[in-house]
């Protein structure tokens, strides 16, 4: 990532006014570096207190992979959102392939979520999602996403 980039922050507040989602659905904690166009690298902070826990799986708590990968999903939309630059548009989650899950992501790990632009045309956006625990992949998948103007309320 550039220099004049590197270490750009979006704090909670400035996501919830980007993504829609809310508890116990919105599943990025903080942006730790932007690279419009190009990259983006989150964090999520996995704990206890998740409410999916209860059932998945009492006794051994796993974060669900469908859960990892809509993390991924959140982070490429504030990424297509603040690289596009608009202000009353939501970025809809599209596709989906080649989705691996490797390691099982546990409660009291912090998810480094790593999203790479592969192709922007037009309002449509493909990235390759790759998530990390420790510094070892957990997860990795391709995802696509469009901008929507005027959806947001």
Known sequence: MSEETKGFVVDINEIF??????????????????????????????????????????????????????????????????????????????????????????PGDSLELIISVTRQRGKIWSFKGEAFVDGKRVANAELMATIVEGEKQ
């Open 17 to 106: 006014s980007i993504l829609p989602h809310r508890y116990p659905f919105l599943l990025i904690d903080r942006v730790l570096e932007l690279e419009k166009n190009t990259t983006i690298k989150c964090l999520k902070n996995v704990t206890i207190n998740e409410p999916f826990f209860q059932g998945h799986f009492p006794g051994h708590p796993v974060m669900p992979g469908v859960l990892i990968v809509e993390a991924m999903a959140q982070a490429g939309g504030i990424l297509a959102f603040k690289s596009a630059d608009v202000s009353d548009s939501l970025v809809y989650f599209m596709g989906i392939d080649k989705a691996k899950f490797r390691r099982p992501v546990v």
